[in-house]
Each structure stands twice: as structure tokens, then as C-alpha cells.
């Protein structure tokens, strides 16, 4: 899943929701001195990606992608975010922009605390409001740009996240299907990691 999802399946708790987006940068690995929730949301984003790439639904939305592509799990992970926004309301007991507005204003007044790296991605992510920009399929193929851009030309000359556009075209009303199956399992694999969790803004 991408940041969206990994944000909205986290409790409530600021430090919580940055861990879990913030555990791709880190690669799963808490600063010294970081708060417990920090740590405690890097895990669970190990524990959300694991359960996500063993999903039937995940795997057959791959496939559908390409027999071969290295960044075909990329593709599927924003696009997961996109399907995820403008479903949003069977999902969340709180709108879209209320939740983002709360998570924005609670980060800023958080990440300054944070050692340089994490406070970077966190500063990038609130200003260029990346979380929002999946509603729109214009804001998919930014993120496919961005992600393109940051890829060695080696990587490059094997894939690029902006060629799978035509097979997500094609396939659309299929891969919105497998992903409506699959997140509510994701959100009950959640809860079962964390059963003593504040999961209120969830619709279940």
C-alpha cells in the first residue's frame, strides 16, 4: 500500500501515522530517542506490506499489470491510493479532507522534533499535498512522473511506472474490483495486529 492507506490504517495518534509513512524512507528502522509510536507505526507498515503482497487480490491486480516489471507493485501501490480516495466514504467515518487537514496540522507541530530525513520527507509530503493529489487520475500520473524521475537511468531502460498507463486504462474496472475486495481484509488484518487500538474513524 502507499502513504495514504498506510496513514488512514494507522490509530489516530500523529507519531503512529508518521511511523507508518514514514517506514519506507527509514527502511523500517527507528531513529535513537524516537518516540514509541514512531516505532510502533514502522511495524505495522512491515506487517500491512507483508499481508499485502501474500493477498490474492494484490497478486492477481499484478498480474494484470505484466507477466514481468519490476515496478508493477509500485504501480498497484498508488493506485491502491487512488481507489482508496474515491472510496473513501465506505471506509472512513471521516471525510477525506477533514481527516487530511487534522493529519497535516498535527505533523507540522511533530516534525521538527524528527532527526533531518524523516523531517524532510514529512515537510515535503504536508506542502506539496501528495495525499490529497491521488483522488485525481492527473494526480496518479504526477505521482508516476515523480516516481520516473527519481528512477537510475538503469532502472529506466527496464521499466518506467508511466508505460503501465494504457494497461490500467484497459483493465480498470477490474482492478478497482479486486482492490474493493481486498481492503476491507487489510483493515480487519489491521485490527487483528493492534486489537487495542483507537480505530473509531474507521467505517467496519
Known sequence: MNWLAHVFLSPPSIHYQLG???????????WEGAPDEVCDGMRLHLA?????DAHPDVLASKALLASKGALKGVVIDVLYDHFLSIHWERYSRISRERFL??????????????????KEVVQHVIASRQLQSYASVDGVKHAFMRIDNRLSPRVRRKDGMMGYLPLIRLHRETL????????PDLMAYVAAQAPYADFSHWKR
Not at 500491512?48 to 499485502?52: E, H, P, Q, S, Y
Not at 487537514?101 to 524523516?118: D, I, L, S, T
Not at 478497482?176 to 481492503?183: C, D, G, M, S, T
Open 176 to 183: 478497482e474490483k479486486r482492490f474493493l475486495h481486498f481492503f
Open 20 to 30: 507508518n509513512l514514514l517506514a519506507d524512507t527509514t527502511k523500517g528502522r527507528c
Open 101 to 118: 487537514r487534522r493529519f497535516r496540522m498535527h505533523a507540522r507541530k511533530v516534525c521538527y522534533r524528527y532527526p533531518p530525513r524523516p
Open 48 to 52: 500491512i506490506d507483508a499481508f499485502t
